[in-house]
């Protein structure tokens, strides 16, 4: 996007404000359920906005707040989360992160920056809003339980939430871009973990041994089959092994490997051929070679799932503020506990675009060099605002 759309002036008068407060997040990540200089920073932040309510933790390491309409009527919740990944930086900003190990490489602290200001605007004008809006600052995204933990702790009632919206900033799309569709849009994440049982020895005596790692080896390239030969084509899935673990030294032939890794659908039919399939496998391979296994999964969260009508009134509400091309419809194979409150509650979650490669700014997510374009901010704030405004209209 050549020119940014203004936003109105509330937003511009705060706007370096929140660039500096998403700074300060950055330069001070905290890991799930670690939260607690984050959420005191950000209870701190809400017991300082005036006209704000039941500013008070949650979810052990979290924090929520409640902005009371003078009118009455509807509840509309922005869920942010607070919590940040256990990568190094590699950055040579001056807000890098101080804590040696955490940052913040996937843009949550620019949500907390964004839910705040909206907080503090929409506090201002109180008098004006046609029912109340709960802030929601939530741990333990990148780990599991935090979004469930929330609901628990009684965010959606007192009063009853109607609707449930919330954003996440981008490194894949441009700036001045959303990504936003109906139905599922982000999968269920399926954490697995599969130990091989082989028989340890001498490097130079093979014969007499069950290799762990040819076994894991072989197995590992018969479940790149699990997708591409055992799901449907038109069913959207991944399977991933994101570490192998084993072995002791060169000349020692190792007698057990591990393997982690993670499935991703949108259908609980497809994730439960899928585990199935691995589990076959698995077998397969270590009858071949006389080696044993055990293999255990979880999944940490449902599917994420936009109300068709919600996320038709966000598309139409990002098209009125970006412009009709800058609106996309690409659903992730990522995942995101959002979907608890969305399970819950109808709502809608969507991709704010912070690439911007003209500024060389191209960053992917997860990375040790993660990192948005601050620009982003006002304009989420400006389609928050909006978003939240038309729910109560």
Not at 184 to 191: E, G, K, L, M
Not at 248 to 255: D, H, K, L, W
Request: charged letters at 20%; aromatic letters at 6%; one cysteine or more.
């Amino acid at each position: 996007m050549s020119r940014l759309p203004q936003v109105r002036a509330e937003v511009n008068a705060i706007a370096r404000q929140v660039v500096e407060s998403r700074r300060e997040f950055h330069a001070y990540p905290e890991l799930s359920w670690k939260e607690t200089g984050t959420q005191r920073r950000i209870l701190e932040r809400l017991r300082a906005i005036p006209g704000i309510s039941d500013v008070r933790p949650v979810a052990l390491t979290g924090a929520t707040a409640l902005i009371k309409g003078a009118k009455g009527g509807r509840t509309v919740l922005w869920r942010a989360d607070i919590d940040g990944l256990p990568i190094p930086e590699r950055s040579s900003e001056p807000y890098v992160s101080k804590n040696e190990g955490v940052m913040h490489a996937c843009g949550h602290d620019a949500h907390i920056a964004i839910a705040l200001g909206m907080a503090e605007l929409l506090a201002a004008r109180r008098d004006r809003l046609a029912g109340s809006v709960r802030f929601v600052f939530q741990p333990a995204e990148e780990a599991s339980g935090g979004a469930q933990r929330c609901i628990a702790d009684g965010v959606l009632e007192s009063p009853k939430v109607d609707r449930a919206l919330g954003l996440h900033i981008s490194a894949d799309i441009p700036i001045g871009m959303v990504n936003v569709a109906p139905g599922p849009f982000f999968a269920a994440p399926t954490s697995f973990r599969a130990v091989i049982e082989g028989r340890g020895g001498h490097a130079a005596a093979p014969h007499q041994s069950v290799d762990a790692i040819v076994v894991a080896a072989h197995a590992i390239v018969a479940l790149q089959t699990v997708v591409s030969r055992s799901v449907a084509p038109p069913d959207a899935a991944v399977l991933t092994i994101g570490k192998l673990q084993s072995g002791f030294r060169s000349n020692v032939i190792a007698e057990s490997a591990t393997m982690t890794g993670t499935i991703r659908s949108y259908e609980d039919r497809v994730r439960e051929l899928m585990l199935g399939r691995v589990e076959e496998i698995l077998a397969g391979v270590c009858a071949a070679f006389g080696a044993s296994f055990t293999f255990t999964h979880t999944t940490s969260c449902p599917p994420l799932v936009n109300d068709p009508g919600v996320a038709a009134f966000v598309t139409e509400q990002a098209a009125r503020l970006l412009g009709t091309a800058n609106i996309v419809a690409a659903p992730s194979m990522g995942a995101d506990d959002m979907a608890d409150f969305l399970v819950a509650r109808p709502g809608c979650y969507f991709w704010l675009g912070a690439r911007n490669e003209a500024k060389g700014i191209a960053g992917r997510h997860h990375d040790p060099g993660f990192a948005i374009d601050e620009d982003a901010l006002p304009l989420g704030m400006e389609l928050g605002l909006r978003l939240i405004e038309g729910s109560l209209a």
